[in-house]
């Protein structure tokens, strides 16, 4: 995926932002990948306790945060970026709920 290139081995500022620019691509790619396996596992859970898990959600972005933290980055930013991400992962969970739930309702009533 993408270049393996050093940041010392690059020439010119222009050299490292266009590195720059082709990991951000590779991780909005693989934020759209983790979405479409938000989008699925709601299939597997049945209410909104499910859907938010509390217990895993904390350990989810504790862990992220950790590892954010080993690999020399800030643990705060990381646990940020990863509350909002599960946050809005949860609300795309419950609207996929909810209209599933709909859904089912209508068919029942016909």
């Known amino acids: 995926m993408g270049s393996d290139k050093k940041p010392g081995n690059c020439n ?13 691509k590779q991780i909005i790619q693989l934020f759209s990948k983790r979405h479409e ?3 699925e596992i ?3 859970k049945t209410d909104e306790e499910s859907v938010v898990a509390q217990s895993r959600k904390d ?5 992220r945060a950790s590892l954010a933290g080993d690999l020399g980055l ?8 990863y509350t909002l991400l599960v946050e809005s992962n ?3 969970e419950l609207e996929l709920l909810k209209l599933r739930k709909a ?3 209508t068919i029942k009533t016909i």
């Open 42 to 44: 709601v299939h597997y």
């Open 59 to 63: 350990k989810v972005i504790n862990e």
């Open 103 to 105: 859904q089912n309702q």
């Open 37 to 39: 396996f938000v989008r």
């Open 12 to 24: 010119s500022i222009d050299e490292i932002r266009n590195e720059i620019d082709k990991l951000d």
């Open 74 to 81: 800030d643990r705060e930013i990381f646990k940020q970026i």
């Open 90 to 92: 949860i609300n795309k």
